[in-house]
């Protein structure tokens, strides 16, 4: 481990009005809470989380040629970038780009020279839902996450010590006013030694039937009191993560396991429980086009959303891995596909960059569920596409 910078996970196999600048932003245009509305709004909407990202993995081809270093490092000061522009909830769009370094020892006395850590440099930005060419940036999310490569551990408020807390800072638009609020918490990544992975068996209940599916190598990424800052408008509260989403080093799947965001909105406490999958799939030419999609069956509140006997009859004819991993638009849900387009290189099992494409929807959601998932998402950046 020490000799690779990281491990891989292989793909191969207050509301806001007025006219600012030009642009109208209206409640809607940020999806701004009503005092009327006992319950937040749900959509069911395509595209609710869209755009691209462009990774380049560059601490795999720019390696140490000083001699100083362990063999097969990168050199000092090179960091794999994550460039994007992404909308959320078709209201708001996050621009920008987040590098990770990774630590780098000495080769002949093991001292450290380079600490691991993550740097976000992300532009916040509201768009009129009338026209959405018109836009306005009010603010940012910036700041560094050290990672404690030992333990997996990457904690979200480290950066403090640099006087670089990872945080959301909004800047006073129109009516509304400025904050700042920072993240918080742990995010515990994939073990670093794969000798002693546990099998962990996942259950569901599709169309009113428990099935079960067995991962013989389940790798943990644990969230610890993970507090994702509000933002980018009050509407969107501070939430405290719980839980943990598991990865299958057979397959490349990901599952939800009772992932549990707290938060208040307008005076009332809501706790949503995430389960479900994302399931990786290969394209049949992936050797020679690089080509690969990850399926997202992200559900909320499941269990209390479970859907009547009646309606499970789309699901009786299948497998019990199939209707694991199948669509019940019954239960409210975060669908659709994350698509790569590697390029790797002729002998090699990781990707050098990536192409990125989102296309994901919503089935009976709220604007801050999707909200919630998106943040913790790019929280999680690093584990997500490389280790």
Known sequence: MQNAPWTSKVRRFGRMSGLVSGVVLSAAAIGAPSVYNAEPEKITEDGVIAGTMD????????????????????AVGVKDRYSFSLSVVKTTEYSGEITRQPNLFTKTLGRKKQDAQL???VDLAVLNPKDTKQKKNVGRWVGTVPIDTASGAFDLSGGAKSESQLRINVDAVGKAAAFVDNFAGR??????KKDNLASYHYKR????????VKVKKSDPMRFENLVLAKGPSENYPRTIV???LD????????FADNIRFKYSLDGADYEDI???TIKWVEDPDRKSNGKGFYDFNIRFNEEKNTSASSEGAA?????DEDAFFAVDNSVPCLTGRVTYADVIPAGQDLPTSSKVTYALNANKLTKQQVMNFFKLWLVAIGPTNDE
Do not use: H, M, W
């Open 55 to 74: 990774i380049q993995f560059n601490t795999r081809t720019s390696k140490d040629t000083s001699g100083d270093l362990r063999e097969d490092s990168p």
């Open 247 to 254: 990865y299958d080093y057979e397959t490349g799947n990901y």
């Open 187 to 192: 995010l515990v990544g994939k073990a670093e």
């Open 205 to 212: 209940i599709i169309g009113g039937k428990t099935v079960e």
């Open 315 to 319: 699901f009786e004819k299948l497998s």
């Open 119 to 121: 740097f976000y440099k």
């Open 242 to 244: 719980n839980g943990r």
């Open 274 to 276: 995430v389960t479900g």
